[in-house]
């Protein structure tokens, strides 16, 4: 009927590493129940503010800033469960997805953490009446797959992780088997032989059930169930002889991986169950054993992991609906883990010693591994890194390695205690589920849709249906068994009547046979038309069926091929996606590194700008106020230097009127000695004018040369014309005196002296030659400048017959630095005007020089104040 194009290939059972990469990603589900206080005065540190965050308040005994930590702390969830959360709303928000996956062909993993007392147990396995998630998730199952299981022993696991299929008769021998062996009913009849502990778990009205269900497979659930124990693994569901003497201490198992990457537990029992029940009473039985062992064994439980194994094997029904297909290779095997972890405090709660302290250790290390490879984990899926994840560590993280590495849906979810006690444990626990949400996990695809066409089950079933009820329209009893019913069909005939003939003139017994025989072979005959009527009207329908089957399965194999070409784009779509996400992602993470370090440095300038404006402001300030200062001050040298030259002027003019006074004085008595001694003298001098005057042309001159050298101060000297030698200019005679140590200069205006006569130390003889005497002396000026003075005099004849000079002029030639002259003037502008007596002591090296060459008068009466007339050098203010 099927045409061997639709054959499906090779359906892998669970995700092969050869199968296109699944680029969907889900984070780990986390979530969180908190259980009620034991007793209601406990003081409790945990609220939930939100149905997805709870709030954790340091107890009042601990110093909660002693590490840093805050006072109140807030931790974020995919959900929170309340105290009032019941069994069933739990289920239905964490467990009933991971079922219904499971159905569906898809790995799940579930398992609850959180300290010894939580509640972890609790909610995984709840109390008589409440029932918790592990029997509620197998009662959903056999909800959904009831009607559609297998016969036992149909699906039968190899040793290597894998499902075969046996034959018909194979399973039912083995069935007969079992039934001999144990002697015990397929099903436990009713929920009144189960243990009352774990009796009314699930209330009928509370039953869920899967949709989407596919009816026409095959479906067959197995358990398992283990427990590591200091990083051994044991089973709980293994026989063991019912023989104490014979018991011999439990065998740890080893973890292997099959060929397609899945973790499993090598020799581990597998139970095929058939109902809720049956499949709890298994469980059941394991944690008995495991009870028994820990007492046995003096091991603590909660320092124990258990997972409990659901494994759900499905296989398409043939193409006529009625038996599984018998091809390996359709197999779908998907299983889902419920594991109960150990409590995660970091010490024992009862008193740890010896082994058990370092069984102790060896729990937390195990939970300290999931830790580290959930940091790894979301370290590799953050930075895009690839550091190995170190699932082999520990036996319960090896085990869980496929669910993180291959895919499948993770959950967890985090038991919390809200007693003040657990408060330091609660927060460790916080952070571990703080970043397990972190991690993402890929997300399991569908699994696809077996090549015959849907509807198997039913059509089988409607044709059965159909049959029997047209036999049983024939009339007697109906079974869908086709010879019983014939039997019985044959024996539904009208009965023969006696046949026996004693009497030969019985004429009525072989009429009543003939009649009956004729009767039947009517029947036979309308019989015989009935059948060939409905077989041919069933060859139509069939045939009819069969049409649009193939009709329908053209159209299938159409759609497929166009399924198949969609979902290669889709993968090509996917996957460029997760590249570009991949990038994206990692670009966002470089944005936010540049953005920090762009604030920083933003940060960094605005400070820099903000000092550079400061000090500009200051600059500014200082600046003006050195402006202000300047001002002030020049003012203030304006106003002294006008304040001292004022002084100046008036004192020298008060010393010039006193001089004068002086000279007065002087030439009065001069007067007088004159006149004492020309009255011994035989004639008399021309009347001279009471004030002495000075020749016309130095009168002349002198004006002009005022402002440039100190104004001489009058001679007081008599002036005797007839004693010259010479009058007429250029017959004049010179005596040019200019002592050795004097520097030629480069002034322009040099003296030019004709035919003088040139002495570097004045004598009488030369004198007496000359009628005009010149004395060039060189001094440093106030500014630094050398000065030369030319002082000029006339020779008279002493009556002694001797020379006298008498001083008349002085010529100033001096150099000045156009620049430096103000400066350097300011700089003397400041000295203090001298004293009177200082000012007698200015006497200067020039009147020095000029008594030597007036001592050469020898014999002079004459003091040297006569006829030197020095001056008192000017100094400028
Ligand atoms: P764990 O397995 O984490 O050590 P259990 O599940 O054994 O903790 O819980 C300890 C005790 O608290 C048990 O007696 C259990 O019945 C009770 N308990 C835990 N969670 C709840 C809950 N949500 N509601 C009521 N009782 C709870
Ligand atoms: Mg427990």
Known sequence: MKPPSLRKGKTPRRPAPKKPYNNQKDPVGVYCRVRPLSCDDEECCIEV???????????????????????????SFKKVFGIKT?????????????????????????????????????????????????????????????????????????????????????????????DSQQNVPKTPSSRQRLDPEFADMIRPEEACKADGVDEDSSYSVFVSYIEIY?????????????????????????????????MYVAGCT???????????????????KRRIANTQLNRESSRSHSVFIIKLAQAPLDADGDNVLQDKNQVTVSQLCLVDLAGSERTSRTRAEGSRLREAGNINQSLMTLRTCMEVLRENQMCGTNKMVPYRDSKVTHFFKNYFDGEGKV????????????????????????????????????????????????????????????????????????????????????????????????????PRLIEALERRHRMRQSMIDEYNRTANMLKSMLQEMD????????????????????????????????????????????????????????????????????REHRLAREQSEKKRMEARMQG??????????????????????????????????????????????????????????????????????????????????????????????????????????NVELDTVMQPNLPNSIKVSTPSEKALSKADKYVLTHQEVASDGEIQTKLIKGEVFKTRSGGQAVQFTDIETLKQENPTASSRKRRSSENQPPQGDGNMQGGWTDVENRCSVAVEMRAGSNLGPGYQHHGYQKRRKP
């Open 49 to 75: 503010i939100h149905n997805t965050t709870i709030q954790l308040h340091a107890p009042d005994g601990l110093k909660a800033n002693r590490n840093g930590e805050y006072k109140e702390t807030q931790y």
């Open 86 to 178: 019941t069994q069933m709303e739990l289920f239905e928000d964490v467990s009933k997805p991971l079922v219904d996956d499971v159905i569906h062909g898809k790995n799940g993993l579930l398992f609850t953490y959180g300290v010894t007392g939580s509640g972890k147990t609790y909610t995984m396995t709840g109390s008589a009446g409440q029932g918790g998630l592990l029997p509620r998730s197998l009662d959903m199952i056999f909800n959904s797959i009831g009607p559609y299981q297998a016969k036992r022993f149909v699906f039968k696991p190899d040793d290597k992780n894998g499902m075969e299929i046996q034959n018909q008769v194979d399973a039912l021998l083995e069935r007969q088997k079992r």
């Open 230 to 262: 200091n990083n051994y693994i044991y089973d709980l569901l293994e026989e063991t002889p019912v023989d104490p003497l014979k018991a011999k201490p439990p065998q740890s198992k080893i973890l292997r991986e099959d060929q397609n990457h899945n």
């Open 270 to 288: 597998e139970v095929e169950v058939k109902s809720t029940d049956e499949a709890f009473d298994v469980f059941w039985k394991g944690q008995k």
């Open 411 to 510: 959950r967890m979810i985090v038991c919390v205690n809200p007693k003040a006690d657990d408060y330091e444990e609660t927060l460790l626990v916080m952070r571990f589920a703080e970043m397990t949400q972190e991690v993402e996990v890929a997300r399991p695809v569908d699994r696809p849709i077996c090549g015959f066409a849907p509807g198997r089950r039913q059509r089988n079933l409607a044709f059965k249906d159909e049959l029997s009820r047209r036999l049983e329209e024939r009339g007697g009893p109906v079974d869908t068994e086709i010879p019983a019913a014939l039997n019985q069909l044959l024996q539904s005939f009208p009965p023969l009547p006696p046949c026996e003939i004693s009497d030969p003139s019985d004429d009525q017994t072989l």
């Open 547 to 614: 049409g649009s089957l193939m009709n329908k399965e053209n159209y299938i194999h159409q759609q497929q091929g166009q399924l198949g070409e969609k979902d290669k784009c889709i993968q090509d779509q996917k996957s460029e996606i997760d590249r570009l996400e991949k990038k994206a992602k990692m670009l966002e993470y470089k944005i936010d590194i540049l953005q920090k370090t762009t604030n920083i440095y933003e940060e960094d300038k605005r400070t820099l700008q903000h000092e550079l404006e400061s």
């Open 636 to 741: 203030m040298v304006y106003d002294t230097k006008l304040q001292w030259e004022k002084e100046c002027e008036r004192r020298v003019n008060a010393k010039q009127l006193e001089m004068q006074n002086k000279l007065w004085v002087k030439d009065e008595k001069l007067k007088q000695l004159k006149a004492i001694v020309t009255e011994s003298r035989p004639e008399n001098p021309p009347a001279r004018p009471e004030k002495p005057q000075r020749p016309s042309r130095e009168k002349d001159r002198l004006p002009a040369k005022r402002s440039a050298s100190p104004s001489p101060v009058p001679t007081g000297a008599p002036v005797r014309p007839h004693h010259r030698r010479s009058h007429s200019a250029g017959n004049e005679r010179w005596v040019d005196h200019k002592p050795v140590t």
